[in-house]
DNA sequence: GCCCTGCGATTAATCAGATAAATCCGATTA
DNA sequence: TAATCGGATTTATCTGATTAATCGCAGGGC
């Protein structure tokens, strides 16, 4: 595979059809044999672990293989990890390749809602709301926000499109916790939430698409810049930061 | 790392940012020790390949293993792959994010071509011409017309975005070799590659982006689909077809 | 008849260690 | 000076052993 800068007898197995998704692969051993791979067990083991990274198979000790469904999200939210990792600024690069995809594919998303994905993005907005009017402990919806724009793309059906996406809020889980964790902001955002439903239920995406435009734009150039301290745990690391 | 399904003590040590790109790692035996990751020569190495696929280090037997720059080209080659062996309408859909994400990006790229862009771009032009004009041997010029377009966006620096075009191109070689070999085709391809030149250089980048999208829909529903077979070998993995 | 327990088979997980291959660097030599 | 050789370093690959997880079946208690 010299375009692939590896060159791994397991992923030429893997990709030459032979299994379909759901599938039950040849045990280590099995793989082992002269007439499979002919590798040894450390060999197949580390090209195993890169299928694993993947998200193309699944193993359990005891159990044994299986052949998952292709993701574009693994390798893409592997990548971005060690992206944010070099260089936090990073972040920012990908955010904006992130709202020209969602400009991009936004009609073909909306169109394809129905009643029930709209009531569950109200449902989701009604959750944020609660939680930013909590006058005890606001907590910041952080997984709502996530849930109401890969809600929009729910049933997009161009994995590579809603992969980007999915890394994309991983990432923002990971780094963006907290982080512009300002009240006025966080309810301007949310009346824009609010906006772009109600045009999306009024069937104009186009009037929904420029409530996005500006909601994002808030988002890169945020009104007040007061970083809170980010405590708890890096939620794509899962460590303690 | 909850959230990226592997756990792995090299790439948290990566992550770590004791090392820059182009700095030497310390060898296999110094991070098995305790002291580093406390793993195995087995563990070490299998996460070592996770790494090696996704261009994160370079390692030479006897020479020791080096952090390489990021990019974000290799995982999405990667994944690009898979997604292909699973189901080469898969291309497809990352043609249609291609086109996109080009067009999104296109003005941003062009101001920052400069007169030996232009010139490099125009020499690239004349020899896919060559290549078809040539009455004894046509050759389809499908390495300039890779160098063409992703010499638009030489200069963007935006690595998730040139790396989704670099991944795209390598497939491109891989299953689009030869696909749609009618001359008539090419030529109206390279037609429309002189109007974009001519209209980025005169610095009207809207007009260019416009033959750039008529041009990418011709590439989606080409005039005759005259499929002619592909010989050779496959680009992508090296393997003869 | 049903549930619980435990044993054995299967299979992955991890480790230790040996040998081969690649590379580098300095000493030797013509 | 330049070419060559040899040893040290480091990765590459393999073998085999032990541990841990899981499953399925048989047996026993109710």
Redesign the interface.
Known sequence: ??????DSEL??F????RFR?GDRLPTISELQGEELLGIST?KV??????A?????VEVRAGMGMRLRD?R?T??????L???L??DEG?FE??S??RQ??E???WDEACVLLDEDDLAALEDCMARARAKLDDEEWIQIPNQEHREFHLGIFRHL?????TGLLEAYW?AY??IEINRYADYDYLQTVWDYHGRILKAIRAGDFEAAREHFRKHTELLRYPPRRQRVSVTGEN?????AG
Chains 1, 2 share one sequence.
């Open positions: 595979m010299a375009r692939l800068d590896i992923l030429e893997l990709a030459s059809g998704p450390s083991r580390e090209q195993l672990e890169v694993r990274s993947l998200g193309l292709w574009f693994p390798a893409v939210r592997l990548a990890f060690f992206a990792a070099m990073n690069l990908f904006e390749l020209h995809i400009l991009a594919f059906q161009n994995p590579f499109v991983d889980d990971a939620a794509l690391t899962g460590v």
